[in-house]
């Protein structure tokens, strides 16, 4: 069946260091892999998205690696501050089994960035 | 503000009442979604919408559960006999072009407790 995971519940990292959250899935070949932030009691909202055939893609301070070989992708937030404090989502489109163009998400990582 | 208006944004009840949860895509939207997640869970996918037909439904979405579109703009998701098991985040969420892509953006959720 398929499969979303990321690679903790939870990280805790110092302000100014480099964060990095690991999406890793299964049975899925997706056309793209997007990434959500989610704050307490909020809705996600979406931050990046990246291509199969894309390697990396930067957003000011955040940059999505995405290997389909692995079938991994890795977040990265440079120079991380404590706004950047949430949780952070990996979700996969691109299949069109059951849900037709629907979107699975992985469980998320609760990013705690200490001043 | 997400351009998806969801309410109310907390319920509480007691089991075996009947709840209803309302989204309001600001503009017009074709896809509407609802998802529903636990604490330290991702959203999981319920049911969409493509204008006013209902297109999916997970297997989560039992008997108990029901959901409207009725003129293809706002959307309903009733929960008749409330279970604990019911306790969760429900999302709205409509389906937007992002960067040539196709990306979801959340109401805030409507929270029910279920006493």
């Known amino acids: 069946s398929q499969k979303i995971e990321q690679n903790s519940e939870a990280l805790n990292i110092q302000e100014g260091k480099t964060a990095t959250l690991t999406c890793n899935y299964t049975?899925?070949?997706?056309?793209?892999l997007q990434w959500y932030r989610q704050d307490p009691g909020r809705g996600p909202v979406f931050l990046l998205l990246?291509?199969?055939?894309?390697k990396e893609k930067r957003k000011e301070r955040l940059k999505v690696t995405f290997d389909t070989t692995l079938k991994q992708s890795l977040f990265h937030i440079t120079a991380s501050q404590p706004a950047d404090s949430a949780t952070y989502l990996c979700?996969?489109?691109?299949?069109?089994?059951?849900?037709?163009?629907?979107?699975?998400f992985g469980p998320g990582t609760r990013l705690s960035v200490l001043p | 503000d997400t351009g998806v208006s969801q309410d109310p944004r907390h319920k509480i009840t007691k089991r075996g009442q009947n709840v209803t949860f309302r989204c309001d895509p600001i503009?017009?939207?074709?896809?509407l979604y609802w998802y529903r997640q636990t604490l330290g869970q991702g959203p999981e996918f319920l049911t969409y919408?493509?204008?006013?037909?209902?297109?999916?439904k997970s297997r989560l979405l039992s008997d108990r559960f029901s959901a409207e579109r009725p003129k293809g703009s706002f959307s309903t998701l009733e929960i008749q006999r409330t279970e604990q098991g019911d306790s969760a985040m429900y999302l709205c969420?409509?389906?937007?072009?992002?960067?040539?892509?196709?990306?979801?953006?959340f109401g805030a959720g409507s929270r029910l407790t279920v006493l």
């Open positions: 979700a996969l489109d691109g299949e069109t089994g059951n849900y037709g163009q629907n979107f699975v």
């Open positions: 049975n899925y070949s997706p056309a793209y």
């Open positions: 990246i291509r199969e055939n894309e």
């Open positions: 503009s017009e939207h074709n896809r």
């Open positions: 919408f493509q204008n006013e037909a209902q297109l999916e």
């Open positions: 969420a409509i389906l937007a072009g992002r960067s040539g892509a196709n990306v979801l953006t």
